[in-house]
Antibody, heavy 119, light 107 residues
Framework: QVQLQESGPGLVKPSQTLSLTCSVS??????????WTWIRQQPGKGLEWIGY???????YSHPSLRSRVFISVDTSKNQFSLTLTSVTAADTAVYYC???????????WGQGALVTVSS | SSELTQDPAVSVALGQTVWITCQGD??????ASWYQQKPGQAPMLIFH???SRPSGIPDRFTGSSSGDTASLTITGAQAEDEADYYC??????????FGGGTKLTVL
């Protein structure tokens, strides 16, 4: 059973950088065949796809966030990470990491990490 | 990127059948997936592709699709089915997209 767990600071100041890491257990990122994804949910709002990375480091992200998003992978630690620069209050959200299955569905999710942007 | 449109709220009497719909041009080309989210919890995949239900998901949840509309049918809704439901798919550029979500109330 694949399990994912987000970790990182819960509070980030405006204009600074948000960094989160997703630790994967029960499955190996380097085995290939999946995309490893970040999704967020602003308070009281719906789900927003941020982007994904594969085992080789190939990434793809939402066009509205692309200039601020960097997603990386560390296969030796079986982790992948999200960096979001120049954050504002609008980036306050629960951030989920997830595994994408064969056809663009998300079959395993982390429990979510609330990140608040505030001074 | 493409949009997926869902009704914000739907209600159903206990034990009855309810349809939750998702509309978007991209659904003419790509299947929708469906997620259930209860308060304070991560979303959970409940249906995907043409006819796939993850292990452990009750068979009262069924997905279907016709043209630009995908539907999630809950046959014999239970009290524990009260939750937010999201559809999700992809567009021609490879972006993954979510619907705005439907809040289901079981009366």
């Amino acid at each position: 059973q694949v399990q994912l767990q987000e970790s990182g600071p819960g509070l980030v100041k405006p204009s600074q950088t948000l960094s989160l890491t997703c630790s994967v257990s029960g499955g190996s990122i380097s085995s290939g065949g999946n995309y490893w994804t970040w999704i967020r949910q602003q308070p009281g709002k719906g789900l927003e796809w941020i982007g994904y990375i594969d085992y080789s480091g190939s990434t793809y992200s939402h066009p509205s966030l692309r200039s601020r998003v960097f997603i990386s992978v560390d296969t030796s630690k079986n982790q992948f990470s999200l960096t979001l620069t120049s954050v504002t209050a609008a980036d306050t959200a629960v951030y989920y990491c997830a595994r994408e299955g064969d056809t663009w569905y998300f079959d395993y999710w982390g429990q979510g990490a609330l990140v608040t942007v505030s001074s | 990127s493409s949009e997926l449109t869902q009704d914000p709220a739907v209600s159903v009497a206990l034990g009855q059948t309810v349809w939750i719909t998702c509309q978007g041009d991209t659904l003419n080309n790509y299947y929708a997936s469906w997620y259930q989210q209860k308060p304070g919890q991560a979303p959970m995949l409940i249906f995907h592709d043409k006819n796939s239900r993850p292990s452990g998901i009750p068979d009262r949840f069924t997905g279907s699709s016709s043209g630009d509309t995908a539907s999630l049918t809950i046959t014999g809704a239970q009290a524990e089915d009260e939750a937010d439901y999201y559809c999700q798919s992809r567009d021609n550029l490879g972006h993954r997209v979510f619907g705005g979500g439907t809040k289901l109330t079981v009366l």
